[in-house]
């Protein structure tokens, strides 16, 4: 593990951590700062929300954790060698969506200024956007798609698995069971939970929906007037939508973002989505509709539904880096 120091990270409203840990993963064989050796391309990994840079170690329910996955694929030589780099962007709202944010802090800048160059600077990496993929899981494969789009100088290939995508399918059947939860054990009040979540010794897993919704609309919505705090996006009392808040949050759905970012995915030399048929977060759609707005503008790209859940997309991670580190190398 190595430490960046992030100036981007730094005072951010919710008093975070500005000193992130940082898993660099290198192939048998490639040495830190190996002048001589041939460079590679790299691979960023970004974490769902609430996830924290340890479970990338933690084994699955087949004892293997993902940084063992990654390691066989290589021994196999199913994959081109290339650097692998496990991001921290946990925030004490759950995630940060990998966005600037005024609520959480910059992000996206933390990721795509600060990470990647003191991983070129450290490292034997072909330090250029076509030689760099990122890849993540739930929000962070939303990750993988907003930061492809928004910042095309820096990614060159991506692959999202069960990504957020289709806001109306995956955040919308949320906000009733987040109001009610508001209402039964906050007596409706944003307040009193917004006084919770700040309390030491908070867990998340008190009010898991609540939390969630929270937490992503500090991403999407933050609240300009309140650092740290976030505009909610439905009514507290019913869980019907507020309609100006909600289409804000629809503009950061990549379905909707990808018309106005065309030359950008073109631009990917590797487009990978999968979800499983059984996501419980309706990903599966949102990854078909994702899929179908691409093919409308003619971007390229491949779709993989598998049978399977939310988690199961752990395992197939690996073999999507092989596709990546395939397409990069060129």
């Given amino acids: 593990m190595v430490v960046v120091r992030s100036e981007a990270l730094a005072d951010n409203p919710l008093g975070d951590p500005s000193h992130r840990p940082l898993y660099v993963y290198r192939p048998p064989g490639v040495a830190v700062g190996a002048s001589g050796r041939a460079r590679l391309p790299t691979i960023y990994m970004l974490q769902g929300f609430g996830g924290r840079i340890e479970e990338w170690l933690a084994p699955d329910s087949d004892g293997l954790t993902t940084v063992e996955r990654v390691d066989s694929m290589f021994a196999r030589g199913e994959s081109a060698p290339a650097v692998i780099v496990f991001v921290d962007a946990w925030t004490s709202r759950g995630g940060s969506q990998f ?37 993540g899981k739930s929000s962070g494969g939303y990750g993988a798609l907003a930061l492809s789009m928004l910042r095309p100088d820096v990614f060159g290939a991506l692959a999202s698995h069960a990504g957020d995508a289709l806001f109306e399918s995956c955040y919308r059947p949320l906000f009733p069971a987040a109001a009610r939860m508001l209402r039964d054990e906050f007596g409706g009040s944003w307040e009193a939970f917004e ?88 990903l599966d759609l949102g990854a078909l509709a994702l899929s179908v707005e691409l093919g409308r503008l003619g971007i390229a790209h491949s779709l993989e539904l598998f049978d399977g859940n939310h988690d199961g997309v752990d395992r197939r991670m690996p073999a999507a880096i092989a596709q990546l580190t395939h397409a990069l190398r060129e």
């Fill in 195 to 282: 006084q919770r979540i700040d309390e030491p010794g908070f867990d998340w897993r008190e009010c898991p929906v609540l939390f969630a919704a929270y937490g992503t609309a500090c991403a999407y919505t933050p609240d300009p007037g309140r650092p740290g705090m976030a505009l909610i996006p439905f009514d507290s009392l019913t869980g019907r939508p507020i309609e100006e808040v909600w289409e804000r949050w629809l503009a950061l759905d990549p379905v909707r973002m990808a018309a106005h970012h065309v030359e950008a995915l073109a631009g990917l030399r590797r487009i990978y989505i999968d979800a499983g048929r059984h996501d419980e977060f309706f």
């Fill in 99 to 135: 966005l600037n944010s005024t609520s959480t802090g910059r992000y996206l800048d933390y990721v795509c200024d600060e990470v990647v160059e003191f991983v070129d600077g450290r490292y034997p990496t072909l330090a250029a956007r076509e030689h760099r993929g990122v890849s």
